[in-house]
């Protein structure tokens, strides 16, 4: 299996990651019309663009991909348990 296909399975398990989180349950991934309904009416349309384009594996806009890129980079640096998650399975940011 390529690198970007592995890559493209990446980004859409983020997506219902995130979906799953803004919704509050992991149910919301059987009923998506719902589950971004309740996204577009309670986060902000920046959020919605994220999990669109991350789920739906197409390409983000700049802004969108700089401020995930900025959120995961926080997260790396403050969560000590992230950070011993992806050096155990060898994942660099």
């Known amino acids: 299996m390529c690198v970007c296909c592995i890559q493209q399975e990446d980004l859409t398990s983020l997506g219902r990651v995130v979906l799953t989180l803004a919704n509050n349950s992991v149910h ?38 700089l401020s995930l890129s900025l959120c995961l980079s926080v997260c790396l640096s403050v969560s000590p348990v992230v950070q011993r998650t992806c050096a155990v399975s060898n994942v660099f940011y």
């Open 28 to 65: 919301s991934l059987q009923n998506l019309n719902a589950a971004m309904h309740f996204v577009s009416r309670a986060y902000s349309a920046d959020l919605k663009n994220l999990i669109l384009s991350v789920y739906t594996s197409l390409s983000l806009p700049l802004s969108l991909s």
